[in-house]
């Protein structure tokens, strides 16, 4: 099953949660990402139905390995996509938004070119 950006945009916060934090919860979600509750939990409910997170008894959240190969593909593509457009001359505030976009819907294709050419060109 595709998931929609917006899950895609959970795991990956999970994801960067995790790297900084170590342990990551609900609330962190909520805090990191400017969300209610109640919305950050319908999310994880249906991360963790379509096999993409488990929660812990205690509440800590932990990607699947389903759920980390799609959260380090999303981050990879934002990494990538901010540093072209900061080398294209945008501000670092407006890449960072612009990738966020971007990273959902380029293709794979796209995404391994500008990869490449960031490769070459470093």
Known sequence: MALQESGEMYLET???LSREKGQVRSVDISEHMGY???SVS????LLKSDGFITVEKDGYIHLTEKGLTLAEKILDR???LTQLLIRLGVSR???VN???RIEHVISDETFHAIRQH???YT
Not at 42 to 45: E, F, I, L, M, P
């Open 42 to 45: 319908r999310a994880v409910g």
């Open 78 to 80: 934002h990494t990538i």
């Open 93 to 95: 505030d407006t890449a």
């Open 14 to 16: 999970i994801l960067v």
């Open 98 to 100: 612009d990738a966020c």
């Open 118 to 120: 960031m490769n070459d």
């Open 36 to 38: 209610s509750k109640p």
